[in-house]
C-alpha cells in the first residue's frame, strides 16, 4: 500500500510540473511576450522600515522560508520549461535579488529601472524612464524582470500578488497574469 501512495505522489507530482512548464511557454506565446515580469517571492509585511538602506538587506523587507520555498519551485518550473531568457534583471532590492538568486538562473544583473517607487526609496519617474528605454530597446528573445508590484502595474496595468509573473508584449502591451508554483 505504501508503494502504491509512493507511486501516486510521484505520478501527481510529474503532472504538476509538467502543467507548470505548459502555463510558462502558453503565457510567453499567446501575447508573443519579449518580457516576463516577475513580483518578488513572499516577503511578508507592507513597504519597508524607515530605517531602509539598499546597501543593507538587515533594514528591508525579505523573504520569509514560505518566499525562500516559493522562488525555488518557480525557478523549477522555469528550469524544466527549457525557456531560455534573453537577459534576466533584478531590482536592486534585497527580496528581489534573493528571489532571483532561488531561481537558480544561471546569469542575472540588476536594473534600477525596477526599483520599487512606492515609498519614494527611488524617484518613479527616473525609474520608469529607465524601464520605458530598456522596453523600447528589447531585442531578440524574452527579458525575464523581477521587481515589485508598483513596477508591474505601472507599466501592465495589473497588480499581481508576490511570485506571480505577466508575460507582456512590450509593443502591443497584451499582457496574460499566471502563476507557476
Not at 17 to 42: D, P, Q
Not at 133 to 143: R, S, Y
Not at 157 to 169: F, I, P, R, T, W
Request: proline share 1%; hydrophobic share 40%; charged share 20%.
Amino acid at each position: 500500500m505504501r508503494g502504491l501512495i509512493i507511486a501516486l505522489l510521484a505520478i501527481l507530482a510529474t503532472k504538476v510540473g509538467a502543467e507548470s512548464t505548459g502555463i510558462l511557454k502558453n503565457a510567453i506565446n499567446e501575447v508573443n511576450a519579449n518580457v516576463v515580469f516577475m513580483r518578488h517571492a513572499l516577503a511578508p509585511g507592507f513597504g519597508d522600515p524607515d530605517n531602509f538602506s539598499l546597501s543593507d538587506c538587515t533594514t528591508q523587507r525579505n523573504l520569509d522560508e514560505e518566499g525562500k520555498r516559493q522562488a525555488r519551485l518557480i525557478g523549477k518550473a522555469i528550469r524544466e520549461s527549457n525557456i531560455q531568457f534573453a537577459e534576466a534583471l533584478s531590482s536592486e532590492w534585497c527580496r528581489c535579488k534573493e528571489t532571483t538568486e532561488l531561481l537558480g538562473l544561471e546569469q542575472w544583473s540588476t536594473f534600477s529601472g525596477l526599483n520599487s517607487f512606492f515609498q519614494d526609496y527611488a524617484d518613479k519617474g527616473d525609474t520608469l524612464r529607465k524601464l520605458k528605454l530598456k522596453l523600447n530597446n528589447i531585442q531578440d528573445g524574452v527579458t525575464l524582470m523581477i521587481t515589485h508590484q508598483v513596477v508591474i502595474t505601472a507599466t501592465t496595468g495589473v497588480a499581481v500578488g508576490s511570485g506571480e509573473l505577466v508575460a507582456y508584449n512590450s509593443v502591443t502591451q497584451l499582457k496574460k497574469v499566471f502563476k507557476l508554483d
